[in-house]
């Protein structure tokens, strides 16, 4: 992979240079904009400020002062291209491959019991006026399919399959989890 970019940024530089004639115009303006980003890019990594932001500004200091020393356009393009491949290796190397990788934030979690069909699973399980299963609503038959409408820690509401009225509430110890089918 890191050839492949590597190759890349090469036929890129390439591309700049044919877009300007690289013995007679001065093409290190477009190779310029190129190294501005990938070092803008390079900055947020704290690793590479830690371990070559100092090298990097003394080669920048050094490719000035050569530029300056050029008699010709080639000579700065071929400078400016020298820079811009260091740049582009730096880039490989701290880039965004190195960044520290973030573990993507879990799924909500997806309550096995919401819109499930239970049943009891025993005669005489109570149905509770709400979650807290202190007072009693009724009883839950071990004979009609029930659709699971709410689930909270030990409690679920339930509605009657068929007629969609609400029962109340259920331990979900006290149920039995059917085929949806059965449901209906």
Do not use: H
């Amino acid at each position: 992979m890191k050839k492949l970019f590597a190759a890349l940024c090469g036929l890129l530089s390439v591309t700049a240079a044919q877009a300007c004639n690289w013995n007679a115009e001065n093409c290190t303006f477009e190779m310029l904009n190129n190294i501005q980003r990938q070092i803008a890019n390079l900055k947020q990594n704290p690793k590479f400020m830690q371990e070559k932001f100092a090298e990097l500004q003394a080669k920048a200091q050094y490719i000035d002062r050569k530029t300056a020393s050029c008699s010709n356009w080639k000579c700065s393009n071929d400078t400016m291209s020298e820079f811009n491949t260091y740049v582009a290796q730096l880039t490989l190397n701290y880039g965004i491959a190195n960044k520290p990788a973030v573990a993507p934030a879990p799924a909500p979690a997806q309550d096995k019991w919401a819109g499930q069909c239970v049943v009891a699973a025993k005669p005489g399980v109570n149905a509770y006026v709400d979650q807290s299963g202190t007072s009693k609503a009724g009883a839950v038959s071990e004979y009609i399919g029930y659709t699971v409408t709410q689930s909270a820690e030990k409690f679920v509401g339930l509605k009657v399959a068929e007629s969609g009225k609400f029962v109340g509430w259920a331990k979900k110890s006290d149920l039995q989890m059917q085929d949806l089918r059965n449901c209906n």
